[in-house]
């Protein structure tokens, strides 16, 4: 079964931000290149910058989906990410040295009754992905377009904050991907296991607000999950419109 890479997308600041990339070179063992490079840690997160935290030591979607409308632009040269959501003016911070401005700016966002954003977290080596290995998520244009019919309307792909958009594929064909090795491009990655998911696909990606149940969707299939986590094993380049071979 063989299909075709649509769009890649990096998320700079997890939960803070998407930006599409026309092409990308994967390493071995590591993250989409600028993807998830920063976390905003909570003020009861016990993350330290030194290891590899779970998703609940940091400011989310999850529990605040007014994160969900950002959208962000990497200037890997300059080290900074530029900022933008529909009720804030951009903003344009390099995230470790301007910590206190990136919080100031996202405090607005965050729900009263939830813990306050508190300080930004890097761990070299590798994006803080949701998975405890450095993944790449990889995401079935028909699957999502069966949780839209199912549904009864459009929705996002951006709900679901994934990597690699690919087409060409039955729906659900990814889960049957477990454990095998897929080629995109030049790169090689093994399927790891299913994205299971949480209230962030709830949030309107151009709103940040939820109004779409979908994990009461998802669970029609009898599951909550959606898209695959995927080691990669070989790296190489990844463009838009490159094959997605099983191997």
């Given amino acids: 079964m063989s299909g075709t890479v649509t769009s890649l997308w990096r998320h700079p ?3 803070h931000g998407r930006e599409e990339v026309a092409t ?3 390493t071995a063992g ?3 290149p600028g993807d998830r490079i920063w976390a905003v840690a909570h003020e009861h997160s016990k993350a330290d910058g030194h290891a590899w935290a779970s998703c609940a030591n940091f400011s989310r979607v999850a529990k605040a989906p007014g994160l969900m409308a950002i959208t962000s632009r990497l200037d890997e040269a300059k080290g900074t990410v530029t900022l933008s959501h529909p009720e804030l003016d951009d903003i344009t911070v390099a995230p470790e040295q301007d910590e206190a401005a990136l919080i100031a700016w996202v405090t607005p966002l965050m729900p009263a009754h939830r813990a306050a954003s508190a300080r930004v977290i890097r761990v070299d ?3 803080m992905t949701d998975s405890d290995f450095p993944s790449i998520t990889l995401c079935n244009a028909a699957s999502h377009r069966v949780v839209e019919q199912r549904i009864g309307r459009d929705l996002s792909i951006h709900r679901w ?11 659900w064909e990814e ?3 477990m454990d095998r ?6 790169a090689v990655l093994r399927v790891r296991e299913r994205t299971d998911r949480c209230a962030a696909t709830t949030a309107n990606p151009e709103t940040g607000q939820r109004d779409a149940d979908t994990l009461g969707t998802l669970g029609t299939w009898g599951h909550q ?4 986590r995927a080691e990669v094993v070989r790296g190489g380049a990844m463009t838009r419109g490159d094959r997605v071979q099983v191997l």
Avoid: A
Wanted: proline residues 3%.
């Fill in 13 to 15: 600041i997890k939960s």
């Fill in 24 to 26: 990308v070179t994967l």
């Fill in 30 to 32: 590591k993250t989409m």
């Fill in 125 to 127: 080596g590798r994006g």
């Fill in 161 to 171: 904050r994934g990597n690699v958009w690919f087409g060409g594929v039955p729906e």
């Fill in 175 to 177: 889960f049957d991907w």
């Fill in 181 to 186: 090795e897929v080629q995109i491009g030049e």
């Fill in 225 to 228: 999950d959606f898209s695959v």
